[in-house]
């Protein structure tokens, strides 16, 4: 089944430690986004990539960074920068083209400890 | 800055009852507009995507209409069951050449009674 993919579900970081979150799809698609969502807050846009090599930052990037080497995959990493990084963290594909439907994965929540 | 408006927040009706979900945008420029349902922690299921085109588009139960100009979406479901439970998420593409960008309401908690 065609769909995207992110580990791992759960995931646990210290004060000061970077952690990375993945994200692959077998959509075929080109552009991937990851998005954050807080209770009461709505998802916000973090980074996103519309094709492999190239990636733009979103609404709150800051704390953030993220690779796109190939096509299936979008990794991303929370670095210590990230103030306040407890947070359900989403990541989405689609077709890179006006319109477009946008597919969501499953998602990974992140608490700090 | 587009901004996305849900109303109600949260909505709680018995079963079988027809109820409406309101979203509302402040800049029309919109490639579209797609509804979500989430599950308690679980990611976004896809519900109705609205061309900027489209005025409405159906899939069993629910129907979405758009209009553009005044920058409002309205989700209806028919005959609502218990397993309708979940968030409602509306979100509108906008952004010149980056139209996959998706700006999000805060969405609308709906719990169905049975």
């Known amino acids: 089944d065609g769909g995207i993919t992110q580990s791992p579900k759960y995931l646990f970081r210290k004060e000061g430690q970077n952690v990375t979150l993945s994200c692959e799809q077998n959509l075929n698609h080109d552009a991937m986004y990851w998005y954050r969502q807080d209770p009461g807050q709505g998802l916000r846009l973090i980074y996103y990539?519309?094709?492999?090599?190239?990636?733009q930052k979103g609404d709150i990037a800051e704390g953030y960074s993220v690779s796109r080497e190939k096509k299936e995959s979008f990794p991303l990493t929370v670095t210590s920068a990230q103030k306040n990084p407890t947070a359900f963290y989403l990541c989405?594909?689609?077709?890179?083209?006006?319109?477009?439907?946008?597919?969501f994965g499953q998602g990974t929540r992140l608490t700090v400890v | 800055k587009q901004e996305v408006t849900q109303i109600p927040a949260a909505l709680s009706v018995p079963e079988g009852e027809n109820l409406v979900l309101n979203c509302s945008f402040t800049d029309s420029a919109i490639y579209n507009l797609q509804w979500f349902r989430q599950d308690p922690g679980k990611g976004l299921t896809s519900l109705l995507l609205?061309?900027?085109?489209?005025r409405e588009q159906t899939s069993g139960r629910l129907n979405a209409s758009l209009d553009k100009s005044s920058g409002r979406s309205t989700l209806y479901i028919a005959a609502s069951q218990p397993g309708d439970s979940a968030t409602y998420l509306c979100a509108v593409s906008t952004g010149g050449t980056s139209y996959g960008k998706l700006t999000f309401g805060q969405g609308t908690i709906l719990t169905v009674h049975p």
């Open positions: 609205i061309q900027s085109s489209q």
């Open positions: 989405a594909s689609s077709i890179s083209r006006i319109g477009t439907e946008a597919f």
């Open positions: 990539s519309q094709i492999v090599n190239d990636f």
